[in-house]
């Protein structure tokens, strides 16, 4: 079985530790972006964009708030991971 640092050709192990450690905030980051998001977009007032992207939206379950809401919820796994301290915790990556 190959490892990660022989599938990427010119691959050092400091490069990959950076990349895992930023993959790592990525996925923290992505949870509270679709929740600001989905407030945001749940706020009145939109301006002229509101007529034309919110018009029709008879369902609870259409619109961009209950999407922003599930993409939350979906990307909530690191978070998750992190409290119940399986994940490894968050640090500057070694230099």
Same mark, same amino acid.
């Given at each position: 079985?190959?490892?990660?640092?022989?599938?990427?050709?010119? @691959?050092?192990?400091?490069?990959v530790a950076a @990349?895992?450690? &930023? @993959?790592?905030?990525?996925? &923290? =980051?992505?949870t509270p972006t679709?929740?600001?998001?989905?407030? &945001?977009? =749940? &706020?009145? *007032?939109?301006?002229?964009?509101?007529m034309l992207c919110g018009a029709g939206q008879g369902s609870l379950l *259409? *619109?961009?708030?209950?999407?922003?809401l599930l993409m939350s919820a979906f990307h909530a796994a690191a978070w998750l991971r992190l409290i119940a301290g399986r994940g490894q915790p968050v640090s500057a990556p070694p230099v």
């Open positions: 079985m190959t490892g990660p640092i022989s599938t990427v050709p010119g @691959a050092s192990p400091d490069g @990349a895992r450690h &930023l @993959a790592r905030w990525l996925g &923290l =980051a992505a679709f929740a600001i998001m989905a407030v &945001l977009t =749940a &706020l009145p *007032g939109g301006g002229p964009a509101e *259409g *619109g961009m708030v209950p999407m922003y």
